[in-house]
């Protein structure tokens, strides 16, 4: 398997954690948000996780057909791209940052709902786990529950302004 892909896929060993890998990316992921929220706002963020889902494709089917495992646990760059997915949804207006306090709460809260919702996998997660093989099998479902926790911190924000 090449050592690239590897790096990649499991985020630079972060995916061989001990325990809780993805939780630990997601956790990193979300540390990692903050630069690039203050750097380029929402669309940075967007864009970074669709470079990560592009990039994780690639890396995640090499490293499953080389393992022969169809959703290894260490490959965790899933949960980065996910993870980044649901924090763009972490400003409340394009382009204007939220004072730090409110950047903490929102993205905690991001990366509860993204944990949740890539843990409990209802639909459409549990579909996209099941609908695809390989590198877009391992990526997809964290894509859609990134998705679903952008939705709903958006319903939340708007009930209750942070």
Known sequence: MPRAATVIASVCGIGYAPVASGTVASAVATILTLPLLYLGGSPALAAASLLAFVIGI???????????????SECVI???????????????????????????????????????????????????????????????????????????????RYLVPL
């Open 58 to 72: 690639a890396a995640c089917d090499a490293h499953v057909r080389a393992t022969g495992r169809e959703d290894p």
């Open 78 to 156: 899933d949960e980065v791209a996910g993870q980044w997915l649901a924090c763009a949804f972490a400003l409340p207006t394009f382009g204007v940052l939220p004072r730090p306090q409110d950047a903490a709460v929102t993205l905690c809260l991001a990366f509860l709902l993204f944990r949740l919702f890539d843990i409990w996998k209802p639909w459409p997660v549990n579909w996209a786990e099941r609908s695809f093989a390989g590198g877009l099998g391992v990526m997809a479902d964290d894509m859609i529950a990134g998705l679903m926790a952008g939705i709903v911190l958006v319903a939340v």
